[in-house]
């Protein structure tokens, strides 16, 4: 049974230029939630879906962030333009609603660096 | 405010000693309490806890919940230096169960 898959693992880029992550959830899953988690705030929920429809997006940081959810089976987070400050580890997780009170399940992360 | 407050922040342990990391909280409508174990990638699940005074138990692990004091603990007996790792506590907030909130972790080092 395939976990949650994020891509890509790691990823160096320069400040000023688009950075997009991409999440495929567990299927049968329809929830999905997109996380940062850094030294100084440790683990920060940006943005959540239910049945692929954004339901809180308090957590993103500013403009210059924004997720998509297109179908049940792949979300993206893009920033632009990207900054040091947005340096992060980025996790996406997914649950299932319909069973209850069920735990989320996170991928492996995306390790960013912003030069 | 819905909050999560961990402790000890960090911890420093011998192998074979027995630990308790603490978890205490604050929301409005309280539906459950999630344990997860981070190592060097993504948190895993480790428990989940509805009822209080009902322990749950996986192997060294076990924890329970305390829902009118509001706290839950984890307690981890005859630690191994796998069992490093940041231990995170989290809670659904207010508007959604799937708004959890997290604490901040414990930070635990199991030394040989």
């Known amino acids: 049974d395939a976990g949650v898959i994020q891509s890509p693992r790691h990823e160096v880029t320069e400040m ?89 399940h996170f991928g492996d992360g995306t390790r960013l660096s912003i030069l | 405010e819905d909050k999560v407050v961990q402790s000890p922040l960090s911890l420093v342990v011998h192998e074979g000693d027995t630990v308790t990391l603490n978890c205490s909280y604050e929301v409005t409508n309280f539906r459950s309490l999630l344990w997860y174990k981070q190592e060097k990638k993504a948190p895993t699940f480790l428990f989940m806890l509805t009822s209080s005074g009902i322990e749950k138990k996986s192997g060294r692990l076990s924890s329970i919940l305390d829902k009118k004091e509001l706290f839950s603990i984890l307690n981890i007996t005859a630690t191994q230096t796998g069992d490093s790792a940041v231990y995170l506590c989290a809670v659904p907030g207010e508007t959604s169960y799937d708004k959890v909130i997290f604490g901040p972790g414990t930070s635990l080092s199991v030394i040989p």
């Open chain 1, 16 to 104: 000023g230029q688009e950075v997009t992550l991409r999440c495929k959830p567990i299927s049968g899953h329809n929830s999905l939630f997109w996380y940062r988690q850094t030294m100084m705030r440790g683990l920060e929920l940006l943005i959540y879906f239910n049945n692929n429809v954004p339901i809180d997006d308090s957590g993103m940081p500013e403009d210059r962030f924004s997720a998509k959810m297109p179908n049940a089976s792949f979300s993206t987070l893009k920033i632009q333009p990207s900054e040091p400050r947005d340096s992060a580890v980025y996790f996406c997780a997914s649950s299932s609603l319909d069973r209850g009170n069920q735990p989320q």
